[in-house]
T-cell receptor
Framework: DSGVTQTPKHLITATGQRVTLRCSPR?????VYWYQQSLDQGLQFLIQ???????AKGNILERFSAQQFPDLHSELNLSSLELGDSALYFC??????????????FGPGTRLTVL | SQQGEEDPQALSIQEGENATMNCSYK?????LQWYRQNSGRGLVHLIL?????REKHSGRLRVTLDTSKKSSSLLITASRAADTASYFC???????????FGKGTTLSVSS
């Protein structure tokens, strides 16, 4: 158990809909990262927050947005969903910013299925 | 864009044998990390090796880094069935702001 929690575990929704994925980092970790994992694209970095502020952006679509709240939990919002958004979404946390310089601790993921 | 690339894509061995996976990357790095993922589950950090280190050990794991060849290898000694998983290397992107993962090596250890 990494100490990172994600809810929900599974999510099934329809095209055009909007969903929110939630992540709570390990106690003491200030950085939260979001990743998307699909069979064709592999594991793709989406976005990083550090202590409530956006720090780095990866391959995140404009239809996706995220935020980190004062209690350090984070939410990833996916809107106007398409079939191709079906994937595993992981949240990870680390003790500091400077993402690549520290180990990241991953949550169990949310499996999103768009029908 | 992909930075690290693992080789081989898949590896099947018997329990007790050693497993070696390789990772090549394109641009200079600050460090390189290896992660394990059991089917459909979250990634687990295994080891981090900094660019000024050449070798690092953790239990049955041995990681080497050759910055001149832009490559790293992960050796798992005396493999067990529980080592069956996908293994990913990850390096920093050129801006140093994010981890970029390779596509992984799928290791299957049979008893």
């Amino acid at each position: 158990d990494s100490g990172v929690t994600q809810t929900p575990k599974h999510l099934i929704t329809a095209t055009g809909q909007r969903v929110t994925l939630r992540c709570s980092p390990r106690s003491g970790d200030l950085s939260v990262y979001w990743y998307q994992q699909s069979l064709d694209q592999g594991l793709q970095f989406l976005i990083q927050y550090y202590n409530g502020e956006e720090r780095a952006k990866g391959n995140i679509l404009e239809r996706f947005s995220a935020q980190q709240f004062p209690d350090l939990h984070s939410e990833l919002n996916l809107s106007s969903l398409e079939l191709g958004d079906s994937a595993l979404y992981f949240c990870a946390s680390s003790v500091a910013t400077g993402g690549p310089l520290y180990p990241q601790f991953f949550g169990p993921g949310t499996r999103l299925t768009v029908l | 864009s992909q930075q690290g690339e693992e080789d081989p894509q898949a590896l099947s061995i018997q329990e007790g044998e050693n497993a070696t996976m390789n990772c090549s990357y394109k641009t200079s790095i600050n460090n390189l990390q290896w992660y394990r993922q059991n089917s459909g589950r979250g990634l687990v950090h295994l080891i981090l090796i900094r660019s000024n280190e050449r070798e690092k050990h953790s239990g049955r794991l041995r990681v080497t880094l050759d910055t001149s060849k832009k490559s790293s290898s992960l050796l798992i000694t005396a493999s067990r069935a529980a080592d069956t998983a996908s293994y990913f290397c990850a390096t920093d992107n050129q801006a140093g702001t994010a981890l970029i993962f390779g596509k992984g090596t799928t290791l299957s250890v049979s008893s």
